[in-house]
């Protein structure tokens, strides 16, 4: 169909799959009845009211893998000063879907066969297997328009309800008492660009009125709960029995030699990693003693090494005794896997020590810890708590703007 404006001379072609009742020309506005013909009907929207168009008449892109042309685009106000602009989209099998655009957020439209009473503004309606709530019930005027339609545009306000179950929405408008459905998911930016290979888009401002957090909170802590199980089930099969085990308890004599080397028995463990714990025990006074210990994987030749100071002293000064340090350390070697292995020791002391010719070690492969159990679960706990108060802070915003909010 060709379409010349005899106001501004502006031409426009475009294939339409309907009979045409309205026509605005996109340059100029100026609006064309059908009546034997296109004809000028003295009304022209004005240029004051126009919003920033992303989409224009006759462009065409792909969306859920179907080809679709803007025939018409419209541009709606409520409460005064909101704006919002809407695209009818048509394919080659007159097939219609819709877009809306508002402060950047979009919205996927089709027309819903079901009618809804919107006179009672009822708190909740009901759409194939949404459960959705009243967000909004106002009065919509259409304030700009280009493009095609196969309807009277209507002068009047239109009383218009929004139900909405993010990120989903049933939009209802009663126009000369008949009353359209339009049931909507909420679209991302990024698809429209790709779909009509836009350059430029609209400035996402604000939480809109169906757009979904970033995650789901329902589904996530499900999948938390899944894998705390998991942990939990895992743990219990792996250790199951394992009770904490001595693999050496030794007194090595030191004699006259720093830096003497002495080797432990070999040793076998079995069964899921576990902390190995090794306890050394001297009998310095006043003095330090240094013990390295390595511990060594027979079957791998793998070597872990380990180092502690063992300092006592003691005194008296002033009139009150005193004494700092221990005649005993303790130090932990973590994740020791089963295997055969040895521990291997070298200690050297201060130079003037003249006690502390003996060392005991005690080395204990202890019981499976359940704070590595327990750890991640609190980690995961506690984002799922922190996730939960951001959605009730996104949820707020979304229904800051609405009269029907259950967040007041």
Request: net charge negative; hydrophobic share 35%; charged share 20%.
């Amino acid at each position: 169909m060709e379409v010349a404006c005899n106001q501004c001379s502006r031409v426009t072609t475009l294939e339409v799959y309907f009979e045409v009742v309205n026509f605005v020309c996109p340059k100029c506005q100026s609006v064309y009845n059908e009546s034997n013909g296109l004809r000028f009907n003295g009304r022209v929207f004005p240029k004051s009211y126009r919003q920033e168009l992303c989409l224009s008449v006759g462009q065409k892109g792909t969306l859920k893998g179907t080809e679709y042309t803007v025939s018409s685009s419209i541009t709606k106000k409520a409460h005064g000063s909101f704006y919002w602009n809407e695209y009818t989209l048509q394919d080659q099998l007159r097939n219609f879907i819709y877009l809306s655009e508002s402060d950047g957020n979009w919205i996927l439209l089709k027309e819903a066969d079901k009618p809804y009473d919107i006179v009672g503004r009822h708190q909740y309606t009901d759409y194939a297997d949404f459960r959705m709530q009243l967000y909004e019930h106002t009065e919509v005027e259409i304030v700009n328009a280009a493009g095609f339609f196969d309807y009277q545009i209507t002068t009047t306000k239109i009383p218009t309800t929004e139900y909405i179950l993010p990120p989903y929405i049933l939009s209802v408008e009663r126009v000369d008492g008949e009353e359209t459905a339009f049931f909507g998911e909420h679209i991302s930016r990024s698809e429209i660009k790709r779909a009509f290979h836009v350059s430029t888009m609209p400035v996402k401002v604000g939480t809109g009125i169906v757009q979904p957090f970033f995650i789901n909170i329902k589904n996530f802590a499900m999948i938390f709960c899944v894998v705390a199980i998991l942990i939990l089930s895992s743990h219990m099969i792996i250790y199951s029995g394992r009770t904490q085990t001595d693999v050496l308890r030794e007194t090595f004599v030191l004699g006259d030699s720093n830096n003497k080397e002495f080797v432990s028995p070999t040793f076998t463990l079995n069964g899921g990693s576990a902390p190995l714990t090794v306890k050394v025990e001297s009998d310095i006074d006043n003095s330090w003693l240094n013990v390295q210990v390595a511990l060594i994987n027979e079957q791998t030749g793998e070597e872990i090494y380990a180092n502690k100071d063992v300092e006592y002293y003691h005194g008296y000064t002033d009139g009150e005794s005193w004494s700092e340090g221990d005649q005993s350390e303790t130090l932990q070697v973590c994740g020791v896997t089963s295997g055969k292995y040895h521990l291997l020791f070298t200690p050297q002391w201060a130079p003037e020590n003249s006690t502390g010719n003996s060392l005991k070690v005690t080395a204990v492969w202890n019981e499976p810890s359940m704070w590595n159990v327990w750890l991640p679960i609190i980690i995961m706990g506690g984002f799922v708590v922190v996730m939960y108060y951001a959605n009730v802070g996104f949820e707020q915003k979304r229904w800051s703007e609405s009269d029907y909010s259950t967040y007041d």
